[in-house]
């Protein structure tokens, strides 16, 4: 490994040169400071981690809370972790992914501990238990999520309720007056997690304005989940015609099960999707969705989070505008 004493003669300064580089403790000339960075990128130097903690008091680590349950869409999870890590580490960081669900002990453990400098934490519940401790620390952290109160933090996401009442619009305007939500696993509604929640309350706010009926159904979601939940459906609400899905792993089970019984989409149903892009493209039928934007969710809680430990303003909540892409699962109400 090369070390400081070669850089420095590498570059013909003293090492402890280097070292104010590196530190940024004192004023180097421009010159200089050019000279050392040239010799430190062509040989290759990596600073030791741990004497380069104790010099600046930052361990130059991020800490990402992803609690990784059975009943969450693991594969976006992951894809706003890649996102978190690939961001954090052009911004000179590196990543702590916490994935058990300790809740508030984790934040406690990371805030008493120095083990990072800022935490980004994901699968925010409404009334989430480690909101307190954020709020009671000094340390910088950026919710992926929205909870009921955003005082005093900083969090980033997509527009879940503005996403919900998009999907009712959507089916509106094709004829359809009753809707059924096939929703996520009944747990994540018992956790009262925020998308969940706040699309469901979006799309039904927009659905009374609209006058247009809906009925929400949670789903664990496979083949059998779906098959109970499709057939209750149909038995409390005949007459409908329209889907909005915002579980991806009852997306095709769904589509199966209408094939099945003889509903063609979009002919006789309609559905529609909150999911990522490759759920929709890859699907029996391509469907017509609202993307999970997760890399761009993952990149601004990052900007986010290097903004504030850079002491620069931050915004208090940033929601990202949800788009809707129409493809082969909409259509106009049959005879409407």
């Known amino acids: ?24 403790k004192r004023s180097i000339s421009a010159g200089t400071r050019q000279r050392v960075e040239q010799s430190i990128q062509e040989l290759g130097y990596h600073p030791n981690a741990g004497a380069r903690a104790l010099a600046s008091s930052r361990s130059n680590i991020i800490a990402l809370m992803v609690p990784l349950r059975t009943d969450m869409y693991v594969p976006v999870m992951m894809e706003i972790a890649i996102a978190v890590a690939t961001t954090a580490r052009t911004h000179g960081y590196d990543v702590l992914l916490l994935t058990g669900e300790e809740g508030p002990d984790a934040v406690r453990r990371v805030t008493g501990s120095g ?8 699968d925010v519940e ?159 039928v391509r469907l017509t969705s609202v993307a999970i934007p997760a890399p761009e969710m993952g990149r601004r809680a990052v900007e986010q989070l290097v903004a504030k430990l850079d002491g620069r303003e931050t915004e208090e909540v940033v929601l990202l505008a949800p788009e809707l892409t129409v493809r082969a699962s909409t259509g106009p109400l049959s005879g409407g």
Do not use: K
């Not at 490994?1 to 940024?24: D, I, K, P, R």
């Not at 083990?115 to 994901?122: P, R, S």
């Open 126 to 284: 409404l009334d989430d238990e480690r909101l307190p401790l954020l709020r009671d620390t000094d340390q910088p952290s950026v919710l992926i999520g929205l909870p009921a109160d955003t005082s005093g933090l900083t969090c980033v996401d997509l527009d879940f309720r503005a996403t919900g009442a998009l999907c009712v619009e959507h089916l509106a305007t094709l004829g359809h007056r009753e809707i059924a939500v096939i929703g996520e696993a009944p747990a994540v509604y018992e956790r009262h997690t925020g998308f969940a929640e706040r699309t469901l309350d979006g799309l039904r706010s927009r659905a009374r304005e609209l006058e247009l009926r809906v009925l929400h159904r949670p789903c664990e979601g496979g083949y059998d989940a779906m098959a109970a939940t499709l057939a209750r459906i149909f038995d409390e609400r005949p007459g409908t015609s329209g889907f909005v899905v915002q579980n991806e792993s009852a997306v095709e089970p769904l589509l199966a099960l209408l094939r099945q019984q003889g509903r063609a989409v979009p002919e006789d149903v309609s559905v529609i999707a909150v999911c990522p892009e490759q759920v929709a493209m890859q699907a029996s």
């Open 1 to 24: 490994m090369v070390t400081l004493a070669e850089v420095a003669q590498h570059a013909g300064v003293s090492a402890s040169t280097v070292s104010y580089v590196l530190s940024g």
């Open 115 to 122: 083990l990072a400098d800022a935490m980004i934490l994901m």
